[in-house]
């Protein structure tokens, strides 16, 4: 009966080798792919900000008027 409870486990040992490796592949895949999210918010950020910044310069500045 131990004999078998070890040999199931010693069986078990490879299959979780492989699934720990395809983790760690979609892991890095998955860093590969915040990176450069990060990298295209980062990019639209700026482009809002640039806008945004032509959006304020363009308003007339108020004017004054004197009442009489």
Do not use: C
Not at 35 to 56: F, G
Request: hydrophobic share 40%.
């Amino acid at each position: 009966m131990l004999l078998n409870e070890f040999l199931k486990e010693h069986r078990r040992v490879p299959e979780q080798a492989a699934t720990t490796i395809k983790l760690g592949s979609t892991v890095a895949k998955q860093n590969e792919m915040i990176a450069k999210q990060q990298k295209q918010i980062e990019a639209l950020t700026a482009t809002v900000q640039k806008a945004s910044d032509q959006i304020v310069l363009s308003k007339p500045a108020p004017q004054l008027v004197a009442n009489p």
